[in-house]
């Protein structure tokens, strides 16, 4: 068994460089169909025997060529990836979008650290994000990414792609320590302000004879722009009347009417603490019992700021106000601030036999618990959280999720065999559990009068088996499949009409989903790969039970939501060069029943299954390094994806529209550059182009608030190894100052700096 390590491999834009072309360092992609491993630490968990794609990037690869301030920066240049990603801090709305799936489709990914779920998928969207926040960036082994449903080891939220985060575990004393900052000046609309943040991490850890541990701490203090902005239709306006002000400015909407900005709103302050202890025991040489706990703790404020002022040049906030002959009412949730609480826990736990011989065996359980998620918000507008009065507090405290899986890899004839069969048993379970009360002390008081509340429990209880069969030396195949019982229960909502719950029944559904993959090797340089499978993503709790009350009828929610059935195959030819590779894929997804808000009245929408999405594109991608000159690393990559609703029912003038937030074309660079063993500087440069909101892609026009943007952003990265404890870099994100958005603006050009030491 070669043992390689699996690069990531982007497209190189200069076509001269493709023509260096000759035997495969080492270091990358294997000529022979060989089973995969990960030389130098521990091996990624995705199932790489498969011949599909998969990319990955190594720790030091980060630290070395990325500025990255939150974990999920790690995934920042993957082929045909990106994460809705905000400001510095963003852990509610960096959402993860892949081939097929814009970043309105949370629960169509899984994410992973150490075999420990981090995917929220107690919900689907923006506000169901991924916990990136229980990994650190510093303690980052590797990362890699199964792109597609092609194994029967993950559920069909994998329809999209399997990010697979390793982190550190010691094989003898080590201690870090990084402290960095990074601020940016910020004009959009009236706001002019700067923005800044620091951050601050420390690791230790051993391995002392059987036992190994390692601690991690880390707290960010980050003031992002703000995201959210209050608006008004100039049509929408009344006759004069109210409160003559000045400030209000004219734009365009995304669907190109004139309207007014207002002010900013949601301008956040969240100060976020993390902790993390790994213990590890081998039993034996050949059994290993493993212990995670993480803890994150987020404490956050959102401000607003009117543009608006009166006749004295004060700001105004609330009430009828009169801007060029027309009225408007502003209300309160234009400008109202928030305060936010959060205190989440981490679990996980696996027992694992790793002998390599005719059978191996794991058991793993993890648990994630919202100990205390609180969110309060005024009944009024005001300015700031210092203005105390009526109030609501949403209180999410007891949601979460559990997973529980045993797995086993059998090779009837040892290592050196044919066959490789991974098999398992799986249950996973979501919680959902939503309070919202009022009361006359917003800031401060810890109940309320009911005013709504949203209760569901899912649960996937998951079987499966997969063979890899290396035929011969050219020829390899895979094939698997998965059989899951899914089941939604205990849901329930009610509001302060009605505060009896209205109860909903249980559903229960059976769904099988096969998988198969073969790979053909067709000379020294050339591999061929085809995959195929089936992807069954069932509704989650927020989907299926997050509804309103009227009249005693339950609204925008829908609790016999159909599940998405997707079939997605791609075909790979991958070259293999001087010191890297080049790829080609074609992709193919044909979506049925895909879950999306839709609007039943020009006031209320709802999540709907629209008919049918299918998705057909090419995915380039290239890496190698000693380009050109010594010391110089390339990674690209070209994405080329038509999606289009093919059939849908509840909003005929969508079809033949392409699916929000999947661009047509994507594009990623990273090089960097090695000058000696001192210096490393790197340039990376990310390009989206136009994308839409809506399903009827009533959207046109991107480039405002709620729009959804063409964007091209560099990066720049200078990093100086003082000696062997000390590296200091700089670099500067969004160097062009490019203004983009996806419904809310990102970030503008930010300047960061970090020391560490590494002993």
């Given at each position: 068994?070669?043992?390689?390590?699996?690069?990531?491999?982007?497209?190189?834009?200069?076509?001269?460089?493709?023509?260096a072309?000759?035997?495969?360092?080492?270091?990358?992609?294997?000529?022979?169909?060989?089973?995969v491993?990960?030389?130098?630490?521990?091996?990624?968990?995705?199932?790489?025997?498969?011949?599909?794609?998969?990319?990955?990037?190594?720790?030091a690869?980060?630290?070395?060529?990325?500025?990255?301030?939150?974990?999920?920066?790690a995934?920042?240049y993957?082929?045909s990836?990106?994460?809705?990603?905000?400001y510095?801090?963003?852990?509610?709305h960096?959402?993860l979008?892949?081939?097929a799936?814009?970043?309105?489709?949370?629960?169509?990914?899984?994410?992973?650290?150490?075999g420990?779920?981090l995917?929220?998928?107690?919900?689907?969207?923006?506000s169901?994000?991924?916990?990136?926040g229980?990994?650190?960036?510093?303690?980052?082994?590797?990362?890699?990414?199964?792109?597609?449903?092609?194994?029967?080891?993950?559920?069909?939220?994998?329809?999209?792609?399997?990010?697979?985060?390793?982190?550190?575990m010691?094989?003898?004393?080590?201690?870090?320590l990084?402290?960095?900052?990074?601020?940016?000046?910020?004009?959009?609309?009236?706001?002019?302000?700067?923005?800044?943040?620091?951050?601050?991490?420390?690791?230790?850890?051993?391995?002392?004879?059987?036992?190994?541990?390692?601690?991690?701490?880390?707290?960010?203090?980050?003031?992002?722009?703000?995201?959210?902005?209050?608006?008004?239709?100039?049509?929408?306006?009344?006759?004069?009347?109210?409160v003559p002000?000045?400030?209000?400015?004219?734009?365009?909407?995304p669907a190109?009417?004139?309207?007014?900005?207002?002010?900013?709103?949601?301008?956040?302050d969240?100060?976020?603490?993390?902790?993390?202890?790994?213990?590890?025991?081998?039993?034996?040489?050949?059994?290993?019992?493993?212990?995670?706990?993480?803890?994150?703790?987020?404490?956050?404020?959102?401000t607003?700021?009117?543009?608006?002022?009166?006749?004295?040049?004060d700001?105004?906030?609330q009430?009828?106000?009169?801007?060029g002959g027309?009225s408007?009412?502003?209300?309160?949730?234009?400008?109202?601030?928030?305060?936010?609480a959060?205190?989440?826990?981490?679990h996980g736990f696996?027992?694992?036999?790793?002998?390599?011989?005719v059978?191996?065996?794991?058991?793993?359980?993890?648990l994630?618990?919202y100990?205390?998620?609180?969110?309060r918000?005024?009944?009024?507008?005001?300015?700031?959280?210092?203005?105390?009065?009526?109030?609501?507090?949403?209180?999410?405290?007891?949601?979460?999720?559990?997973?529980l899986?045993?797995?086993?890899?059998?090779?009837?004839d040892?290592?050196?065999?044919?066959?490789?069969?991974?098999?398992?048993?799986?249950r996973?379970?979501?919680?959902?559990?939503?309070?919202?009360?009022?009361?006359?002390?917003?800031?401060?008081a810890?109940?309320?009068?009911?005013?709504?509340t949203?209760?569901g429990?899912?649960?996937?209880?998951?079987?499966?088996?997969?063979?890899?069969w290396?035929?011969?030396?050219?020829?390899?195949?895979?094939?698997?499949?998965?059989l899951?019982?899914w089941?939604?229960?205990?849901?329930?909502?009610?509001?302060?009409?009605?505060?009896?719950?209205?109860?909903?029944?249980?559903?229960?559904?059976?769904?099988w989903s096969?998988?198969?993959a073969?790979?053909?090797?067709?000379?020294?340089?050339?591999?061929?790969k085809?995959?195929?499978?089936r992807?069954?993503?069932?509704?989650?709790?927020a989907?299926?039970f997050?509804?309103?009350?009227?009249?005693?009828?339950?609204?925008?929610?829908?609790?016999?939501l159909?599940?998405?059935?997707?079939?997605?195959?791609?075909?790979?030819?991958?070259?293999?060069?001087?010191?890297g590779?080049?790829?080609?894929t074609?992709?193919?997804?044909?979506?049925?029943?895909?879950?999306?808000?839709?609007?039943?009245t020009?006031?209320?929408?709802?999540i709907?299954?629209?008919?049918?999405?299918?998705?057909?594109?090419l995915?380039l991608?290239?890496?190698?390094?000693?380009?050109?000159?010594?010391?110089l690393?390339?990674?690209?990559?070209?994405?080329?994806?038509?999606?289009r609703?093919?059939?849908?029912d509840?909003l005929p003038?969508?079809?033949?529209?392409?699916?929000?937030?999947?661009?047509?074309w994507?594009?990623?660079?990273?090089?960097?550059?090695?000058?000696?063993?001192?210096?490393?500087?790197?340039?990376?440069?990310?390009?989206?182009?136009?994308?839409?909101?809506?399903?009827?892609?009533s959207?046109?026009h991107?480039?405002?608030y709620?729009?959804?943007?063409?964007?091209?952003?560099?990066?720049?990265?200078?990093?100086?190894?003082?000696?062997?404890?000390?590296?200091?870099?700089v670099?500067?994100?969004?160097l062009?100052?490019?203004?983009?958005?996806?419904?809310h603006?990102?970030?503008?050009?930010?300047?960061?700096?970090?020391?560490?030491f590494?002993?």
């Amino acid at each position: 068994m070669k043992r390689i390590e699996l690069q990531y491999k982007p497209l190189a834009l200069l076509l001269a460089v493709m023509g260096a072309a000759g035997p495969a360092s080492a270091d990358h992609q294997p000529k022979a169909l060989d089973v995969v491993t990960i030389n130098g630490g521990r091996p990624s968990s995705l199932p790489t025997q498969i011949p599909t794609t998969i990319e990955g990037i190594s720790g030091a690869q980060i630290e070395d060529r990325i500025n990255a301030t939150d974990s999920e920066d790690a995934l920042k240049y993957f082929p045909s990836l990106n994460v809705r990603k905000r400001y510095i801090g963003d852990y509610d709305h960096a959402v993860l979008a892949s081939r097929a799936s814009g970043t309105g489709n949370s629960a169509r990914s899984l994410v992973y650290a150490d075999g420990i779920l981090l995917s929220n998928l107690l919900g689907n969207g923006a506000s169901y994000t991924p916990r990136w926040g229980l990994v650190s960036p510093e303690e980052i082994e590797r990362v890699d990414v199964l792109y597609g449903p092609f194994s029967a080891a993950y559920p069909g939220n994998s329809a999209g792609a399997v990010v697979d985060y390793q982190t550190r575990m010691p094989t003898r004393f080590e201690a870090h320590l990084k402290l960095s900052a990074f601020g940016q000046q910020y004009r959009q609309y009236g706001s002019d302000a700067r923005f800044i943040g620091r951050q601050g991490s420390a690791a230790i850890g051993d391995r002392q004879g059987a036992w190994s541990w390692w601690v991690d701490v880390s707290r960010l203090d980050s003031k992002g722009q703000p995201i959210a902005f209050a608006n008004r239709l100039v049509s929408g306006g009344g006759k004069a009347g109210g409160v003559p002000v000045t400030g209000a400015l004219a734009d365009k909407n995304p669907a190109n009417q004139d309207w007014l900005i207002l002010g900013a709103s949601n301008q956040i302050d969240t100060l976020q603490d993390h902790a993390k202890v790994k213990l590890a025991y081998d039993v034996s040489p050949t059994l290993r019992a493993s212990y995670t706990l993480g803890w994150w703790k987020n404490q956050v404020t959102r401000t607003a700021d009117s543009y608006l002022r009166d006749a004295a040049g004060d700001p105004v906030y609330q009430g009828t106000v009169n801007i060029g002959g027309k009225s408007y009412v502003l209300q309160p949730s234009d400008f109202a601030p928030s305060i936010g609480a959060l205190e989440h826990l981490m679990h996980g736990f696996s027992l694992k036999n790793h002998a390599r011989g005719v059978f191996d065996w794991e058991v793993a359980a993890s648990l994630y618990d919202y100990a205390k998620d609180q969110v309060r918000t005024p009944k009024n507008a005001v300015p700031d959280a210092r203005t105390n009065g009526d109030g609501k507090l949403t209180d999410m405290g007891g949601s979460g999720w559990n997973t529980l899986a045993l797995k086993g890899i059998w090779r009837p004839d040892g290592m050196a065999g044919a066959h490789i069969v991974d098999f398992g048993l799986q249950r996973d379970g979501a919680k959902l559990r939503t309070r919202v009360l009022s009361n006359g002390d917003w800031i401060n008081a810890g109940g309320g009068a009911p005013f709504a509340t949203f209760n569901g429990d899912t649960s996937l209880l998951s079987l499966y088996g997969q063979d890899s069969w290396r035929i011969n030396a050219l020829w390899k195949a895979t094939l698997g499949a998965r059989l899951e019982r899914w089941q939604a229960f205990n849901g329930q909502v009610s509001n302060a009409v009605s505060p009896a719950p209205l109860r909903f029944g249980e559903r229960a559904e059976t769904s099988w989903s096969p998988k198969a993959a073969l790979a053909y090797r067709a000379g020294d340089e050339w591999t061929l790969k085809a995959s195929a499978g089936r992807a069954v993503r069932n509704p989650t709790a927020a989907e299926l039970f997050q509804g309103t009350i009227e009249n005693g009828k339950i609204n925008n929610t829908d609790p016999l939501l159909r599940a998405e059935k997707s079939w997605t195959g791609e075909l790979t030819a991958e070259r293999a060069l001087r010191a890297g590779s080049l790829r080609a894929t074609l992709f193919h997804e044909d979506t049925r029943d895909a879950l999306y808000s839709q609007a039943l009245t020009a006031q209320v929408s709802t999540i709907q299954n629209v008919g049918k999405i299918r998705t057909t594109g090419l995915e380039l991608a290239y890496q190698a390094d000693e380009v050109l000159v010594h010391g110089l690393s390339l990674s690209n990559s070209l994405t080329y994806a038509d999606s289009r609703i093919v059939s849908n029912d509840a909003l005929p003038a969508s079809v033949g529209k392409r699916q929000p937030r999947v661009p047509q074309w994507r594009a990623t660079l990273l090089a960097s550059y090695h000058v000696g063993d001192k210096w490393t500087g790197s340039f990376g440069a990310r390009y989206s182009g136009k994308q839409y909101n809506t399903l009827d892609n009533s959207d046109p026009h991107g480039a405002t608030y709620t729009g959804s943007s063409t964007y091209l952003v560099a990066d720049v990265r200078l990093r100086y190894r003082i000696d062997n404890q000390w590296t200091a870099s700089v670099g500067i994100d969004n160097l062009n100052n490019a203004k983009y958005w996806a419904y809310h603006p990102y970030s503008q050009r930010t300047l960061l700096a970090e020391l560490k030491f590494d002993l």
